[in-house]
């Protein structure tokens, strides 16, 4: 297997981000990522397509959408759409509608940043989670974006303190902005909790995990400090896919390996700063041998391996349950008994306390 390393939720001028795509692709090279996927607001930019090279690297970029309904407030229900290869904005009003068009042509779409919490410090301060649980269809979740995170604890970091607004509020969450990474500690425990009452249910929801760059200023009374560069933010939370082929230089070739990776699931949300998550493997060995993302038929024998890229606490977790763990290694292997869903955290000691580090896509066995 061949392993690329993206970020798939950018903004750029073209909605409120504050970098044009070459600009981007250049901090996404310097980062060392293989490939971005920008997803504008309610636009589906063409025309950018295709790999940028730079003294630093070579960059894939490819463009999606991120779809909301402008006219709702807050404006939440946020959806990241891959591969439709058309402008999704006209569906934007009915989150299901726009699922079902998004899979009728041929793409694949994810609950962007499903749980957040309100920040009033901020005029458009409300929460953009997912309020429409009763649709079907989509892809996954996003179960982490680091933008997001940022905004929750902040908002957490405030409520504790009893702060809501105000110059005085602005410059308490100061640290916050500068040293986000002392912070955030993983994802939100309700989208994981919701991603596994979903793979509970039978239903194969796929993760990735992002950035949502901005590149914005943030106005802190005399201050004015860009949360957070392009090039920061794409050295954190990112989406690791496993292809079969190398990729070979051919733009429409790449698209489909890397999005056919990203919607079955053949992949894993690393947090690349604590330490890189390059190499990280979880498989099954049954009647057939499969990859995360695959489904691996159960026999007497069979087991469930992960490969972690350096010492981690390991866990292996079932319906939402952890069923093995390794307080501080880099394998876990584990003879499972029953047939259903496994997923892999990794956690890290990392700025004082431990954090999460590796959210792995399921392996299904039957
Ligand atoms: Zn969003
Ligand atoms: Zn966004």
Redesign the pocket.
Known sequence: MFEAVGNL?I?TRYSDGEKWHKELAHDAARAGLDFVVV?D?NVWVQGVEGYYDFPEGRVLLLTGE?VHDPRRRPQAN?FLVYGAEKEMAPFARDPQALIDATNDAGGCGFL?HPYEEDLPLFAEGGNLGWKNWEVEGYTGLEIWNYMSSFKNEVSRYLRQRSLENGLYARLRVLPLAIHPERYIVGPEPQVLARWDELLAEGRRIVAVGNS?AHGTPMHLGPITREIFPYEFLFRAVNTHVLLREPLSGDVAQDRASILGAIGRGNSWVGYDMPYPTRGFRFSGHGINKGIVGDTVRLDAGATLQVLAPTRAHIRLIHDGCVIASEPSGQNLTVTPMEPGTYRVECLLPYEGRERGWIYSNPIFLE
């Open positions: 939720h903004h997803t607001h991120e946020h962007a949502d």
